[in-house]
């Protein structure tokens, strides 16, 4: 019930801020909709291609903000507060994820509901592709917790604005890896982002080809990772900033 109460809590505060739901939401939609109008002469920008990728740009636009949530909680000492009760570091980050669930579904409803609009097909395969969203999206939060666990609120959107930068560049929204040197390549092959947009193209597009054994164990990999260190880092940081 604590938990639950704290993902209420987490997600009035997080739209209560409109300008975090204009990032979050409408500049993705926007870019959507311009992408379309231009006609680029990429197979990238085509709707069944870019749309997966409006759905991960829209993820990190998520992970600035729970980092910019967590770092403003424990500046404003609300964990300090919350630190005498029972709840553990893993109820926290779960009330931060449950908070954001929401925000997703939306976010990807209103992608869908525009790109049906600019002339995507229906198919049920639009479902499957929220519920694995959903799950995908568990990595973006985390990652999120994770880094407002290490810095300041004023630094939380400079380091978050990084991740929006790397899954613009590597995860091949914009670009084939093709089209570059080895080097960025093998990049774009460690990061996550590039294996998270894949499974969530093949699921759209039903088309299973897309997703390699690689991008389900390097998603799978960094999500555990990621989980892990986060709650091993939030415990930490509140023990810290108890004292």
Same mark, same amino acid.
């Given at each position: ?47 069944? =291609? ?7 740009? *829209? ?97 939380? *959107? ?47 597009? =039903? ?7 690689? =991008? ?25 900033? =108890?004292?």
């Amino acid at each position: 019930m604590r938990m639950l109460n704290f993902a209420k809590r987490n997600f009035k505060e997080l739209i209560r801020d409109p300008l975090s739901l204009v990032f979050e939401i409408i500049l993705p939609v926007f870019l959507l909709f311009i992408f379309q109008q231009i006609k680029v002469p990429d197979d990238a920008y085509k709707l069944e =291609n870019f749309t997966p990728g409006i759905i991960i740009f *829209g993820f990190s636009f998520i992970t600035l903000f729970t980092a910019t949530l967590v770092a403003k909680d424990r500046g404003s000492s609300l964990l300090i507060r919350l630190g005498t009760s029972p709840m553990k570091s893993s109820d926290y980050i779960l009330g931060y994820i449950l908070s954001l669930i929401p925000i997703i579904i939306i976010q990807d409803i209103l992608f869908f509901i525009v790109a049906i609009l600019l002339g995507l097909t229906f198919t049920i395969n639009i479902i499957y592709t929220i519920l694995i969203s959903i799950l995908v999206s568990v990595l973006f939060i985390t990652l999120g917790i994770l880094i407002g666990s290490l810095v300041s609120e004023k630094a939380s *959107g400079g380091v978050g604005s990084i991740i929006v930068q790397l899954v613009c560049f590597t995860s091949g929204m914009y670009f084939s890896k093709d089209l570059v040197g080895k080097m960025f390549s093998k990049v774009c092959e460690i990061l996550p982002f590039e294996s998270c947009l894949n499974i969530i193209k093949g699921t759209l597009n =039903n088309n299973m080809q897309i997703i390699e054994t690689r =991008n389900i164990i390097i998603y799978v990999l960094y999500t555990f990772l990621v989980l892990i260190i986060s709650v091993i880092l939030f415990k930490k940081r509140m023990t810290s900033d =108890n004292k």
